[in-house]
């Protein structure tokens, strides 16, 4: 089986889950900037995360023949504070020109308030003002609903983005219909403990196709599995869906969003 890790954080993650990854069919992840697990003290810690995610990860997936992708953003947990937000903001046009960076993300809301948005809203311009992909994270629980709304008012108040370049990650049954109706790509995130669980994810594509969406695992350095995209096909597999359904849903999708960057090659 061939599939693509649309969202994980593998600056988290060890070697060995690069060679898991490569075992299980992984022939590309992509990388969003996110929350490392800690506040940043200034904005040279992300000048020196993004040099990681852009220059050292590819080096460490080439050597499982796995392509490695990114996104740069200053995250909506950090976002909280406008003026780090903004310097964040500034580093970001110089990294564009990397050869894996395919986009702004994973930008957002967290607790959908006053400062998040302005600094979303930042965001999308740069988006729109460097003609990248976007790749949105929509906030937890009960913020989700609420959170989601917003972020497709901010992006629709940006008529030159297209919402075919935009992916709206972690959707959930309530979210997902706004997301698809409105033209939006949408991702599942499959978690052991949180979110959605592979049966769910299924239940999901039945429910609303297996068009402009994809799956992702999010792995990070908290409680998350690098293999659940793999163990979700080996579910779908299970339900008696074919070759050819797993691999548009865990493949093709995604390499079709992301081949929306001139950047994007599996080698
Ligand atoms: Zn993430």
């Given at each position: 089986m061939?599939y693509?890790?649309?969202?994980?954080?593998?600056?988290?993650?060890?070697?060995?889950?690069?060679?898991?990854?490569?075992?299980?069919?992984?022939?590309?992840?992509?990388?969003?900037?996110?929350?490392?697990?800690?506040?940043?003290?200034?904005?040279?810690?992300?000048?020196?995360?993004?040099?990681?995610?852009?220059?050292?990860?590819?080096?460490?997936?080439?050597?499982?023949?796995?392509?490695?992708?990114?996104?740069?953003?200053?995250?909506?947990?950090?976002?909280?504070?406008?003026?780090?937000?903004?310097?964040?903001?500034?580093?970001?046009?110089?990294?564009?020109?990397?050869?894996?960076?395919?986009?702004?993300?994973?930008?957002?809301?967290?607790?959908?308030?006053?400062?998040?948005?302005?600094?979303?809203?930042?965001?999308?311009?740069?988006?729109?003002?460097?003609?990248?992909?976007?790749?949105?994270?929509?906030?937890?629980?009960?913020?989700?609903?609420?959170?989601?709304?917003?972020?497709?008012?901010?992006?629709?108040?940006?008529?030159?983005?297209?919402?075919?370049?935009?992916?709206?990650?972690?959707?959930?049954?309530?979210?997902?219909?706004?997301?698809?109706?409105?033209?939006?790509?949408?991702?599942?995130?499959?978690?052991?403990?949180?979110?959605?669980?592979?049966?769910?994810?299924?239940?999901?594509?039945?429910?609303?196709?297996?068009?402009?969406?994809?799956?992702?695992?999010?792995?990070?350095?908290?409680?998350?599995?690098?293999?659940?995209?793999?163990?979700a096909a080996l579910?779908m597999r299970?339900?008696?869906y074919d070759d050819a359904f797993i691999d548009k849903v865990v493949f093709?999708?995604?390499?079709?969003?992301?081949?929306?960057?001139?950047?994007?090659?599996?080698?």
């Amino acid at each position: 089986m061939r599939y693509i890790e649309p969202h994980a954080h593998m600056v988290s993650r060890t070697t060995a889950d690069y060679e898991a990854l490569a075992l299980a069919g992984c022939k590309a992840v992509n990388e969003p900037a996110f929350w490392a697990g800690f506040d940043r003290a200034s904005a040279q810690g992300f000048y020196d995360y993004f040099r990681q995610i852009t220059e050292y990860e590819p080096k460490r997936a080439a050597k499982f023949c796995i392509r490695h992708f990114c996104w740069l953003c200053i995250n909506p947990k950090e976002a909280e504070d406008p003026g780090l937000a903004r310097e964040v903001l500034a580093l970001i046009p110089e990294f564009l020109a990397k050869p894996g960076v395919l986009g702004i993300g994973e930008i957002g809301l967290n607790k959908n308030s006053r400062n998040e948005l302005q600094i979303l809203e930042e965001h999308i311009q740069l988006a729109e003002d460097h003609g990248q992909l976007v790749l949105v994270h929509t906030p937890h629980l009960e913020d989700k609903l609420k959170g989601t709304k917003l972020i497709i008012d901010a992006l629709k108040n940006h008529p030159a983005i297209d919402p075919g370049r935009v992916i709206i990650d972690h959707v959930e049954e309530h979210t997902a219909p706004l997301v698809k109706d409105a033209g939006f790509w949408s991702g599942m995130t499959l978690y052991p403990e949180s979110k959605v669980t592979p049966n769910r994810a299924i239940d999901m594509l039945e429910m609303f196709g297996t068009d402009r969406v994809w799956m992702n695992s999010a792995c990070d350095w908290g409680v998350s599995d690098p293999l659940s995209v793999p163990k979700a096909a080996l579910e779908m597999r299970r339900r008696g869906y074919d070759d050819a359904f797993i691999d548009k849903v865990v493949f093709q999708n995604p390499a079709e969003f992301m081949g929306q960057s001139p950047k994007f090659d599996l080698g």
